[in-house]
C-alpha cells in the first residue's frame, strides 16, 4: 500500500490469539462496600462529602444505584450531592486500592504472565498459551472471574477476543458481572453495530468531527477510504482504518519485560524561559509518575531529554539508589538533571522524561532483568 513517499506492509488479520480484557465493576465503591455491608443497597459516592470540602471534591467513582440517579465519575461531588442528597460519601483510599488491584494481579498471574494493566481496575491477558494449558479462553475469563469472586468478593466483567482492541470494548458490554465473548467470525458484524464514541482511544473532539462528516458507527466508518481517514484523522484515522477491519496487532505488553515509560512533548512555541521549561517538566513528570503508579511499579533510573531550536538533543540520565516512590521525588530529580544539564543560551524545542529500571511492587519485590 502506497502513501505519500512511504510504503506501508499492510497489517494482516491474525485471529490466533486469545485475549482477555478485564475491568472490575465500580472498583473503588466495590471496596468500600465490601468492607462496610452497612453500604449495601444504598448508593455511594467515592468523594469528600461537599460540606466537608466546601464543595471543592470530585467524583471518583460510585456504585450503580448512584448511577441511576445520574451520578458518575470526574462530576463536582456538588453536584452529585444535587441528584441525591441522601447518598453516601466516602473518601478514597488509593493506597488500599493498590493494594487490592495487586491481589487481583495476583490472580491474573496465575493464569499468565502476559498481563498488562491499564489502570488499577483493568488489564489486557494474553491466554494464548495459559498456565492451565487450557484452549478455552472463554472458560478461563469465567473461572477469572469467579475465582475474584470468591478469594475477594469483588465483581468484574470480562471481554474475550482475539485482539486487545476488541475486548476492550466487549468488557463494558454486559456490565456488570458479564463476560462478553466477540468471535472472529462475529468481529465484522460486532463493529460495525457499534457507534463511534464506543471506538476506544477515540476523543471527544475527534466523535465531533466524525459527526460532521456522517459517521455515526463503525459500518459508516468501514465506509471510509484509507486516505481520506488520514487526511481527516492522521495516525489515528490509520488506526481505525484497520481497527474496524478487525485488525490490531498490538501484542499484550507486560510490565515486567516493560523496560521503560516515558513521555515527550514538544512546545508550540520554543523557549527560552525558565520558569516555562520548570512547568514543563513538572506536568511531564506527573504524566509519567500517573502511568508507573497505575501499572504498579518503582523505576530507579530518570532520563531527561532537551532539544535544541537547531535539533541538538542531549539525553542525561540519574540513577537512584532508592526506587522513585512519590511525585515529589520524581519532580525533584527531574529538575536536578535540568539544572545541571539544561542550557538556555538558545531556544529549547522538546522536553521528554523517561523512567526506567523497575522494580515489581509488592512484598516479594526484586530488580527486574534490565540492561
Ligand atoms: N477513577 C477515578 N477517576 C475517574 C475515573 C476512574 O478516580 N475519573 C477510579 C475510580 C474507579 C476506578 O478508577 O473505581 C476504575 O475506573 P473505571 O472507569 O473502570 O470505573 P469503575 O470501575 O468505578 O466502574 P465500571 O463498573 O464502569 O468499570
Ligand atoms: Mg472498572
Known sequence: ??????????????????????????????????????????????????????????????????????????????????????????????????????????????????????????????????????????????????????????????????????????????????????????????LKDLPIDKFYGVGQRSIDRFHELGIYKGADLYQMELDDLIQSFGKMGYSLYFKVRGIHPSPVSSHRDRKSIGKESTFSHFTQDEGEVITYLDRLALQVYTNYQQKGVRPHTVTLKIRYQDFTTVTRQAKHEMAIMTLNDLQAAVLDLWHTYGDLSQSVRLLGVTVSQFEVEGIESFPLNIE
Open 1 to 190: 500500500m502506497r502513501y505519500g513517499l512511504l510504503t506501508f506492509e499492510e497489517p494482516q488479520i491474525d485471529s490466533s490469539r486469545k485475549i482477555l480484557h478485564v475491568d472490575m465493576d465500580a472498583f473503588y465503591a466495590s471496596i468500600e462496600i465490601r468492607d462496610k455491608p452497612g453500604l449495601a443497597n444504598q448508593p455511594v459516592v467515592i468523594a469528600r462529602h461537599p460540606e466537608v470540602t466546601g464543595g471543592k471534591g470530585i467524583v471518583a467513582t460510585c456504585n450503580y444505584k448512584a448511577r441511576q440517579y445520574g451520578i458518575h465519575s470526574a462530576m463536582p461531588a456538588v453536584e452529585a450531592y444535587r441528584l441525591c442528597p441522601k447518598a453516601v460519601f466516602v473518601p478514597g483510599r488509593h493506597a488500599y486500592y493498590q493494594e487490592v488491584s495487586q491481589q487481583i494481579r495476583d490472580i491474573f498471574y496465575q493464569y499468565t504472565d502476559l498481563v498488562e494493566p491499564l489502570s488499577l481496575d483493568e488489564a489486557y491477558l494474553d491466554v494464548t498459551h495459559n498456565k492451565k494449558g487450557d484452549p478455552s479462553a472463554l472458560r478461563i475469563a469465567q473461572t477469572i472471574q469467579r475465582e475474584i469472586y470468591e478469594t475477594l468478593h469483588l465483581t468484574s466483567s470480562v471481554g474475550v477476543s482475539y485482539n486487545k482492541f476488541i475486548a476492550k470494548i466487549a468488557s463494558d458490554y454486559h456490565k456488570p458481572h458479564g463476560i462478553t465473548l466477540v468471535t472472529p467470525a462475529d468481529a465484522i458484524d460486532f
